[in-house]
């Protein structure tokens, strides 16, 4: 049985394509669920008390969980679904603006660099990445380096 693919191959992406994602709500659930996974239950993010005598007065959400959801984000749009080889790096990577419980987030995602690979089944492709939240702030950017499958010579 043949895998389904919806991603772009490398060959498809140019070189300033830029992509808008799905978006995605931040839940109380995303954030349980990371600490259990991540091992961090750190009262910023846990704790309501706590949380609300800091600058951010409410919890937030783990910028590492924000990122994780916008990697989602982009996937379940259809960008590298099936075509990621592997994810090979993060580079200028900062975290601008904290996300709070019920903040929605999106991504807008731009080719920044396209670089030929020595197997012929694949490159290398930078990508500038803006998670934008629902007042179109800029809460993270940064490059990720995603090693892409090229189109099939036989498709």
């Known amino acids: 049985m043949k895998?389904?693919?919806a991603g772009k191959y490398f060959d498809e992406l140019k070189i300033g394509d830029k992509f808008l994602t799905v978006s995605r709500t931040i839940?109380?659930?995303?954030?349980?669920?990371?600490?259990g996974i991540s091992g961090d239950?750190?009262?910023?993010?846990?704790?309501?008390?706590?949380?609300?005598?800091?600058?951010?007065?409410?919890r937030i959400a783990h910028g590492l969980c924000v990122m994780a959801i916008a990697s989602g984000c982009v996937n379940r749009s259809?960008?590298?679904?099936?075509?990621?080889?592997?994810f090979t790096g993060i580079k200028e990577w900062s975290f601008r603006t904290p996300l709070l419980i019920?903040?929605?987030?999106y991504v807008k995602v731009l080719v920044k660099k396209k670089k030929?690979?020595?197997?012929?089944d694949r490159g290398l492709v930078s990508m500038w990445l803006e998670?934008?939240?629902?007042?179109?702030?800029?809460?993270?950017?940064?490059?990720?380096?995603?090693?892409?499958?090229?189109?099939?010579?036989t498709e």
């Open 41 to 58: 239950f750190n009262q910023l993010h846990t704790d309501i008390e706590f949380a609300s005598g800091t600058p951010f007065g409410a």
């Open 27 to 35: 839940t109380e659930a995303d954030i349980v669920n990371f600490c």
């Open 102 to 105: 019920n903040d929605t987030i």
């Open 78 to 86: 259809g960008l590298v679904e099936g075509t990621a080889m592997a």
């Open 3 to 5: 895998a389904w693919i």
């Open 131 to 153: 998670v934008i939240n629902q007042r179109d702030e800029v809460v993270m950017e940064g490059q990720w380096d995603i090693l892409m499958a090229r189109r099939p010579l």
């Open 116 to 120: 030929e690979s020595k197997k012929a």
